[in-house]
Every structure is written in C-alpha cells, then in structure tokens.
C-alpha cells in the first residue's frame, strides 16, 4: 500500500532563516505531489505541485519554491523567512492528474516563525 | 472558474442528533467531488467521493453524501453523530491537475 511522509511534524524558525520541508511517497510511482499551506479560517491555499522529476507548477508568488530532485521526494525550501509563513504544510499526492482521482495527505508539518 | 463554497465555518449539534453539512461548488463540467475530515493538527483523510451514478454516495465512519445537480450542491450527512466525529470538514471539487477545496466546517459536539 501506498504511504506519505513528511517532516519535521513541527519547527520553530527565527525569521531571516532558510526552510527545508521534505515529503516522500513509498509504494508508488510517478505519483503527482502538492504542497498546500493551511492558515486558520482561510481553508487550504495549494502552493505547488509537480507532474514529474524537475518539474514545479507554482500557483501563488510568495517566498517559498519547490522542488522534486527524485520520483516520490517533494521538498519545500525558502531562503528566508519571513512571519507571514508561519503555518500548517501539508503534502498530498495523486496517483494521476485526472478530476476523479483523490488528494492523500501527509500528517502536515506546524511551522512557526518568531 | 471552479470554486467550492461552505457557508457555515462553525457548526455545533448534541452527540447522537443528525447531522448535516452544506456544500456548493461552481464547475462547468460535470463535477468530481469529494469530503475530507481533518482531525486537530492531523492531515486530512478522505470520507467519500463521487463520481458518476447514484446520487448518493456512502463513505467511511457512516458518511454519505447527496449530489443534486440542479441545486450545485453536495451535502455531507450523518444519522447520528459521535464526540469522534468533532473534526474540520472539507468539500472539494476535482478538475485536472488539482483539487479545489472550500474553507471548511468545524463540527463541533455537544455532549
């Protein structure tokens, strides 16, 4: 069966600093995967997602990137922080890209920026 | 443009009372739609979907949902809730390369 990973599960971070949030996928291949932020009242806002090796589709301009250096491996980084990041990451993947196959969620990772 | 709407942020119903959760989506073909439930600091995890066919789709821990096209709506309902069930709800519309989701519902029990 198919499982996500994802860590740190929380992580304090001073502002200015840089992120690296990792996701990986077992029991699959070529899976699509997605980076959502998920802020209090304001519902899951989808940051990226990738179809394939190298490539990341970004859907709001921000201060983060993405990137997938393997099949099953989605990092989320920035370079440096800033307080409006703070937040609740979750990572997801699809088995393809079509409307009817569901979204399989990590256990998300708490950031907070001081 | 796809959108999902849930307009209740909050609801609140006694343990053992029916319940019900409202959803609108605006796509213009015709819809995947899906429930997820999100537990506190947990990811979300799929209740049901629906495709295709019969209206009414059953999903996991007692969950179905009605798919009314005429009324753009896919409501979330439960015959008898239990304290479990206190969890954030999402609704959302598959399209290709990405599923869009509504701002949630926070069912909260009552004892």
């Known amino acids: 069966s198919q499982t996500i990973h994802q860590w740190p599960a929380t992580l304090v971070q001073p502002v200015g600093s840089p992120l690296s949030l990792e996701c990986t996928v077992e029991?699959?291949?070529?899976?699509?995967l997605y980076w959502y932020r998920q802020a209090a009242g304001r519902g899951l806002q989808l940051l990226f997602y990738?179809?394939?090796?190298?490539?990341i589709s970004s859907e709001v301009p921000q201060n983060l990137s993405a990137s997938r250096p393997q099949d099953r491996q989605f990092i989320l980084s920035s370079k440096k922080l800033l307080l409006s990041d703070s937040g609740f990451y979750l990572c997801?993947?699809?088995?393809?890209?079509?409307?009817?196959?569901?979204?399989?969620f990590g256990n998300g990772t708490r950031l907070t920026v001081t | 443009a796809q959108s999902v709407t849930q307009p209740d942020i909050h609801i609140t119903v006694s343990e053992g009372a029916s319940l019900e959760l409202r959803c609108n989506y605006s796509?213009?073909?015709?819809?995947?739609l899906f429930w997820y439930v999100q537990s506190p600091g947990q990811g979300l995890q799929l209740l049901l979907k629906?495709?295709?066919?019969?209206?009414l789709v059953q999903g996991i821990k007692g969950f179905e949902a009605e798919f009314k096209r005429s009324q753009s709506s896919f409501n979330l309902r439960k015959p008898s809730v239990h304290w479990s069930d206190a969890a954030e709800y999402f609704c959302?519309?598959?399209?290709?390369?990405?599923?869009?989701f509504g701002k949630g519902t926070r069912l909260h029990i009552l004892p």
């Open positions: 997801a993947w699809r088995k393809d890209i079509l409307g009817n196959s569901p979204l399989h």
């Open positions: 029991g699959t291949s070529n899976p699509n």
């Open positions: 990738s179809v394939g090796i190298g490539q």
């Open positions: 796509y213009g073909a015709t819809p995947y």
């Open positions: 629906y495709f295709s066919g019969d209206t």
């Open positions: 959302a519309v598959g399209t290709d390369d990405k599923i869009i």
